[in-house]
């Protein structure tokens, strides 16, 4: 597994949240409220999942969701990749995941895990790399993948706190599947942003599994 500090940055969107929007993006999403939904959200898939020892998660942040799982599954080996070194430093003080600092663009690992998660990250890739982030997805994983993102059936982009070319919505899931036709549709849901207990951000999730 190399765990690199030095990394190549190839779009303006790894640029945008390696500096000061992702720097504050971090304190916008620390709380315990977003920890208690996210807990509720990971029950319903990993109530969906096989057996899961190990979690490795693109654009981990500072560990909102790796928390929520460890909380659910105490034993879980958990890794996640980040691109925000505040963020970075943040998770890795938590003692509770290993955490490589790089770009989920170029990042190579040697070994693979039960569950790959990416959770409001590929929305913000640019839509010419994306593929690249569906091989590691696919390839980093041994049995199941958990996509949850702002779904649309066409892509779209759309303005992202006064940025441009910082949003994007599209079929993630589908276009994965169709990628890589030995991936089933396990289970998917919503998660509406006026849910009264459990909000999360009009997110939709889904989970997939190697056949």
């Avoid at 029950?43 to 969701?65: A, D, H, P, Q, W």
């Avoid at 949850?148 to 066409?154: C, D, F, S, T």
């Amino acid at each position: 597994m190399h765990n690199k500090d030095e990394r190549q940055i190839e779009t303006e969107q790894e640029e945008f949240w390696l500096g000061d929007f992702g720097d504050k993006y971090i304190d916008r999403n620390r709380n315990k409220e977003l920890l208690a939904s996210n807990i509720s959200l990971f029950k319903s898939i990993l109530s969906r999942t096989g057996k899961i020892y190990s979690v490795l998660e693109f654009g981990c942040n500072i560990g909102m969701n790796l928390k929520s799982i460890k909380s659910l599954l105490p034993e879980v080996k958990l890794v996640g990749i980040e691109i925000n070194k505040k963020a970075v430093d943040e998770l890795r003080s938590s003692g509770i995941a290993k955490v490589i600092h790089g770009s989920v663009l170029d990042v190579e690992i040697d070994r693979s895990f039960d569950l790959t998660l990416v959770k409001t990250v590929l929305i913000h890739i640019n839509p010419e790399k994306l593929d690249k982030v569906y091989s590691r997805l696919y390839e980093f994983s041994d049995k199941y993948i958990c996509i949850a993102e702002y779904y649309n059936p066409l892509p779209v982009e759309i303005n992202y706190r006064g940025h441009n070319d910082k949003l994007f919505k599209r079929d993630f899931a589908g276009e994965l599947m169709k990628k890589y036709p030995d991936l089933e549709l396990v289970d998917y849901g919503f998660i509406y942003h006026n849910d009264p207990i459990f909000p999360q951000d009009d997110i939709n999730w889904f989970l997939l599994k190697k056949k």
